[in-house]
């Protein structure tokens, strides 16, 4: 059985993100407060993820502590990649605002 102390363990910190297991299958990403996601970003999501679930598909939960007010045009191309695809199998926003999902719609 997955507990919240698991949970807490598997939490990891960077500088755009804090990434952590839910449960089995599940992560959440916890975006940060940043102006910018970048392809680096992108890529050390996936990284993360592959490490957590084994390689396995996983559920993402994503939330933001803020408005990120650009990306990088390269970052919507990298998530539709192979290796995403591999990854992801289902995605989940949770926004506070509606500048921040009409954002990320675009994404």
Known sequence: MF???DAMKSRKEFPSFFISLLGEGIVHVEMKDVKEMSVKD???IYDEMERLGNGEKMCVLTTFNGF???????VSKYATTERAKKLV??????FDSLALR?????L
């Open 3 to 5: 507990s919240i102390y």
């Open 68 to 74: 990120i007010s650009s990306q990088d045009k390269e």
């Open 89 to 94: 199998l289902a995605t989940a926003y949770v």
């Open 102 to 106: 009409i954002a990320v719609n675009f």
């Open 42 to 44: 992108t890529m050390q």
